[in-house]
T-cell receptor, first 114, second 114 residues
Framework: DTGVSQNPRHKITKRGQNVTFRCDPI?????LYWYRQTLGQGPEFLTY????????KSRLLSDRFSAERPKGSFSTLEIQRTEQGDSAMYLC????????????FGPGTRLTVL | AQSVTQLDSHVSVSEGTPVLLRCNYS??????LFWYVQHPNKGLQLLLK??????LVKGINGFEAEFKKSETSFHLTKPSAHMSDAAEYFC????????????FGTGTRLKVLA
């Protein structure tokens, strides 16, 4: 079963450092999403790709955050100059082309900023 | 704008008794609605989805939900709770024109008592 995979699963960093997360979607899915989930909350949308094009970004995605999806396959999410408020679970999901296709989620990357 | 309200942050039931998790939505468009479950240290798993076909939707593990447009509700039910149902449940709305992002509720934590 080749579901959505995310690496690393856990990341501990010091405030001010840069971090990068990777997401590998289900191979035939052309849509990819990033969400952030903090303790006791539901996931919040960050950004969305269709193939390699980044089509929507949330205002939650400050200029310290950047996401890419080169060649429309895997995606990376980079956070520069991390702050303690960035500590959260970062979730990646992918879906197929249809209007009603559900999203399949990866296990997430838990970021702790000290 | 779309939004979702999960009316209970915690629900406790005894094993073998019915489960009701409540969700109300707000949407200017015909929404797609989903319920996802998140077990501790596991990824989000789709339970069921409503996409404007039948208003009563059956999902996995005996769960079902009824879409009621007049009440803007999409409550999740199960006739008989099992210990393995203990988890966090999220109601999700999607489908605003031009975007496929998910809007999550804040979640309901289900506790099943022996």
């Amino acid at each position: 079963d080749t579901g959505v995979s995310q690496n690393p699963r856990h990341k501990i960093t010091k405030r001010g450092q840069n971090v990068t997360f990777r997401c590998d979607p289900i191979s035939e899915h052309n849509r990819l999403y990033w969400y952030r989930q903090t303790l006791g909350q539901g996931p919040e949308f960050l950004t969305y790709f269709q193939n390699e094009a980044q089509l929507e970004k949330s205002r939650l995605l400050s200029d310290r955050f950047s996401a890419e999806r080169p060649k429309g396959s895997f995606s990376t999410l980079e956070i520069q100059r991390t702050e303690q408020g960035d500590s959260a679970m970062y979730l990646c999901a992918s879906s197929g082309q249809g209007s009603y296709n559900e999203q399949f989620f990866g296990p997430g990357t838990r970021l702790t900023v000290l | 704008a779309q939004s979702v309200t999960q009316l209970d942050s915690h629900v406790s039931v005894s094993e073998g008794t019915p489960v009701l998790l409540r969700c109300n939505y707000s949407s200017s468009y015909s929404p797609s609605l989903f319920w996802y479950v998140q077990h501790p240290n596991k990824g989000l798993q789709l339970l069921l989805k409503y996409t404007s076909a039948a208003t009563l939707v059956k999902g996995i593990n005996g769960f079902e939900a009824e879409f009621k447009k007049s009440e803007t509700s999409f409550h999740l039910t199960k006739p008989s709770a099992h210990m393995s149902d203990a988890a966090e449940y999220f109601c999700v709305v999607s489908g605003a024109s031009g975007t496929y992002k998910y809007i999550f509720g804040t979640g309901t934590r289900l506790k099943v008592l022996a």
